[in-house]
């Protein structure tokens, strides 16, 4: 496997990306090392190859945002928006993340080890989230479709307005968003479970998890309902 | 003396005095909300009188200004966007640009036929809250991909191929609100695109799911540079209420492009009470938006785009003049396609549509009823039967004749204005018939030196 470094105390987050934006074929089977990332933004965004990145300290804002195929590591604190509408691939924060952490996202597989920030998984579009620790108030916000594995607790509005995005959490929910509901696991759901906290490497016993999905009440207009929103 | 226990006549007269306050519109609207529970949705823009651009006249050439050949001189149209960052600025042969309406909205044969008449015309068309189409990507030379709070079908692939990114912050028929899309448009494919089950009654966010406020706006920017290598123009576009203070806010986040909506801008689907009443006029949002610019020394530098009831090559004339570096039209484009005219054609017949403007309970040239899907004219519609009424080529070319009439009419005004290029068009040649208009636009009311609020004393 062919190594790469970009220390971005003496090289730019633009060298760096330009680099993962090669072509597909010269990407494929490289690993590329992030040194000194000191938080900055925007680190690996929108890469569209089978490429490796470990990034060595802490990401700021939407880092490995938008991702096609790659496999990001950060070894360390990813600030808002990471793996934000992210495709394919995975990518797994070794810390903490901020807000919106897999925001929109369409595919792929974010695993965050530490506690993530609010709206984790907001508007979610068939990736995977699993969050080691907790997650922030309005998680799972307008979620349409994906999974969101939560081993700690849930904040506030947990799943609001979801459609048909699925949430589990093995911990307290604060409370249940708007038309949000608890639900029995299913076998299906231990299954999915399993399979992501094995991908996660994360040992939970699935059967310890609550399920939340849509109670889908607020699919349709209903002109005699109170409004609710 | 016979007829002394009658009345006098005229208080038979049957008494119709109408209120002005419980006028008959409010009265249906009363009526109407008392029977739903639940507030009017309809589509186009706000319908009310508002000052707008028949407000302003053109002082044009006599005899201390000197005119152009109206025929014979050049005058150039062309119209750069994205100078300020961007690697590969959008070029345009007209500064009249095709607003973002989504696939869903309108249907794919519309969206084919917008992205036909734009690259004949050498201008750009907008993706909408939607995705992108293969049908208008295939058929635009040059396409506008937005970036919308939803995030409905945004993927790296079609910000990749797009020509330019729109930052949709709001749009002027509803500032602060989300897009809708009822049930019955939502079909399968618009379903899949938007990964949506099917039917649903879909209200979209209205705020970005990823970021909140300027600062983080900044670094959002900055993630499409970097994803796109920094070669396209990033727009970012705000539904005209704060304009001033939105407008150099976008401009230090980063934004190559601002695009202002006023609120006779329209939408395929939202409440009246913000149709109606949120937002400010075009006409008012467009000095607003000059003046920021002018503010953080960035006039031809950044470049302005103003949408929101552009109808004549004279409101683009206006607009220009104003100081917009281009517009975009939305409704009127519609309207060039058939949207409330009585017939289609199909076929290479013509056919009448009033029965089924009739079922929606209208008539062509009142319809507002976009957000049905059941358009008689097959603009606003995903319905199988009625999307045939519009073809593509057809459509096409009613699209290009009306920006080919709205193109030379602004270049009519501008050489009678004595300009060689529509951008020469400045507000001194422009007065206000009205002094709302004199007011907002900033330009003395006819035949005085007075611009309300300025040059007092």
Same mark, same amino acid.
């Given at each position: 496997m062919e190594n790469l470094t970009f220390d971005l105390s003496r090289q730019s987050v633009r060298e760096l990306n330009q680099h993962l934006h090669g072509r597909p074929e010269s990407l494929l089977g490289q690993h590329v090392e992030v040194l000194h990332p000191d938080g900055?933004?925007?680190?690996?965004?929108?890469?569209?190859?089978?490429?490796s990145v470990t990034i060595k300290g802490h990401a700021g804002y939407y880092a490995a945002g938008m991702n096609k195929f790659a496999d990001v590591t950060i070894e360390g604190s990813a600030s808002t928006g990471v793996a934000e509408n992210m495709m394919s691939g995975k990518v797994h924060v070794k810390g903490f993340a901020s807000n919106g952490a897999g925001a929109s996202a369409h595919g792929g597989l974010l695993v965050i080890d530490?506690?993530?920030?609010?709206?984790?998984?907001?508007?979610?579009?068939?990736?995977?989230?699993?969050?080691?620790?907790?997650?922030?108030?309005?998680?799972?916000?307008?979620?349409?479709?994906?999974?969101?594995?939560?081993?700690?607790?849930?904040?506030?509005?947990?799943?609001?307005?979801?459609?048909?995005?699925?949430?589990?959490?093995?911990?307290?929910?604060?409370?249940?968003?708007?038309?949000?509901?608890?639900?029995?696991?299913?076998?299906?759901?231990?299954?999915?479970?399993?399979?992501?906290?094995?991908?996660?490497?994360?040992?939970?016993?699935?059967?310890?998890?609550k399920r939340v999905a849509s109670a889908r009440s607020l699919y349709h207009w209903n002109a005699d309902a109170d409004q609710d929103y | 003396m016979s007829n002394s226990t009658e009345h006098p006549i005229h208080f038979k007269r049957l008494q119709r005095e109408e209120s002005a306050s419980f006028d008959r519109s409010t009265l249906d609207y009363i009526h109407r909300a008392s029977s739903t529970g639940l507030y009017e949705i309809r589509g186009l823009g706000a319908k009310r009188k508002l000052p707008h651009f028949d407000d302003l006249v053109f002082l044009t050439a006599s005899l201390s200004r000197y005119p152009l050949e109206g025929y014979r001189e050049k005058c150039s149209t062309r119209t750069v966007l994205g100078t300020r960052f961007a690697k590969k600025p959008v070029v345009l042969d007209t500064p009249i640009t095709i607003a973002g309406m989504s696939f869903g909205a309108l249907s794919a044969n519309v969206k084919e036929a917008l992205g036909k008449a734009a690259t004949a015309m050498g201008t750009t068309t907008t993706t909408g809250d939607g995705g992108m189409t293969s049908e208008e990507r295939q058929s635009s030379k040059t396409l506008v991909y937005q970036c919308l709070p939803s995030r409905y079908g945004f993927n790296p692939d079609?910000?990749?191929?797009?020509?330019?990114?729109?930052?949709?912050?709001?749009?002027?028929?509803?500032?602060?609100?989300?897009?809708?899309?009822?049930?019955?448009?939502?079909?399968?494919?618009?379903?899949?695109?938007?990964?949506?089950?099917?039917?649903?009654?879909?209200?979209?966010?209205?705020?970005?799911?990823?970021?909140?406020?300027?600062?983080?706006?900044?670094?959002?920017?900055?993630?499409?540079?970097?994803?796109?290598?920094?070669?396209?123009?990033?727009?970012?576009?705000? +539904?005209?209420? *704060?304009?001033?203070? %939105? #407008?150099?806010? &976008?401009?230090?986040? !980063? @934004? /190559?492009? $601002?695009?202002?909506?006023?609120?006779?801008?329209?939408?395929?689907?939202?409440?009246?009470?913000?149709?109606?009443?949120?937002?400010?006029?075009?006409?008012?949002?467009?000095?607003?938006?000059?003046?920021?610019?002018?503010?953080?020394?960035?006039?031809?530098?950044?470049?302005?785009?103003?949408? +929101?009831?552009? *109808?004549?090559?004279? %409101? #683009?004339?206006? &607009?220009?003049?104003? !100081? @917009? /570096?281009? $517009?975009?039209?939305?409704?009127?484009?519609?309207?060039?396609?058939?949207?409330?005219?009585?017939?289609?054609?199909?076929?290479?017949?013509?056919?009448?549509?009033?029965?089924?403007?009739?079922?929606?309970?209208?008539?062509?040239?009142?319809?507002?009823?976009?957000?049905?899907?059941?358009?008689?004219?097959?603009?606003?519609?995903?319905?199988?039967?009625?999307?045939?009424?519009?073809?593509?080529?057809?459509?096409?070319?009613?699209?290009?004749?009306?920006?080919?009439?709205?193109?030379?009419?602004?270049?009519?005004?501008?050489?009678?204005?004595?300009?060689?290029?529509?951008?020469?068009?400045?507000?001194?040649?422009?007065?206000?018939?009205?002094?709302?208009?004199?007011?907002?636009?900033?330009?003395?009311?006819?035949?005085?030196?007075?611009?309300?609020?300025?040059?007092?004393?």
């Open positions: 900055a933004h925007n680190i690996a965004v929108g890469i569209n190859a089978p490429v530490g506690d993530a920030g609010l709206r984790c998984g907001i508007s979610l579009k068939g990736g995977d989230i699993v969050v080691g620790g907790s997650v922030g108030s309005f998680s799972g916000f307008m979620a349409q479709a994906g999974r969101m594995v939560i081993c700690g607790n849930a904040g506030d509005a947990l799943g609001d307005s979801l459609y048909e995005a699925v949430i589990y959490v093995k911990g307290e929910i604060k409370s249940l968003g708007a038309d949000a509901q608890l639900e029995p696991l299913t076998e299906a759901d231990t299954t999915a479970l399993a399979d992501l906290l094995a991908q996660a490497g994360l040992g939970h016993a699935p059967t310890d998890f | 079609d910000v990749r191929r797009a020509d330019a990114i729109e930052i949709v912050l709001g749009q002027g028929a509803k500032p602060g609100g989300g897009g809708m899309l009822l049930g019955q448009k939502v079909n399968p494919r618009v379903a899949q695109m938007r990964t949506l089950p099917q039917g649903v009654d879909q209200r979209s966010a209205s705020r970005h799911p990823d970021w909140t406020g300027p600062d983080d706006l900044t670094i959002k920017i900055q993630e499409l540079r970097e994803l796109t290598d920094w070669e396209k123009p990033i727009y970012v576009k705000v +539904g005209a209420t *704060r304009v001033f203070n %939105d #407008v150099k806010l &976008a401009v230090h986040a !980063g @934004a /190559d492009v $601002v695009v202002v909506d006023g609120m006779q801008g329209g939408t395929a689907a939202t409440q009246t009470c913000f149709i109606e009443h949120a937002g400010i006029p075009t006409l008012a949002a467009v000095r607003q938006a000059v003046a920021a610019l002018q503010d953080l020394d960035m006039i031809g530098k950044v470049q302005l785009i103003v949408s +929101g009831g552009i *109808r004549t090559g004279a %409101d #683009v004339a206006k &607009a220009l003049a104003l !100081g @917009a /570096d281009a $517009v975009a039209i939305g409704q009127g484009v519609l309207m060039a396609l058939g949207c409330n005219r009585d017939s289609y054609q199909q076929g290479g017949q013509t056919h009448s549509a009033e029965a089924d403007y009739t079922a929606l309970g209208t008539q062509a040239g009142y319809c507002h009823h976009c957000h049905t899907g059941k358009c008689p004219v097959g603009v606003t519609t995903q319905d199988v039967i009625l999307e045939q009424r519009l073809e593509p080529d057809n459509g096409a070319k009613h699209v290009k004749n009306y920006l080919k009439t709205l193109t030379m009419e602004l270049t009519t005004l501008a050489r009678a204005c004595g300009k060689q290029d529509v951008h020469h068009l400045e507000p001194e040649d422009l007065v206000a018939l009205t002094v709302e208009a004199a007011a907002m636009a900033k330009v003395p009311l006819a035949g005085t030196q007075w611009i309300p609020g300025h040059n007092l004393g």
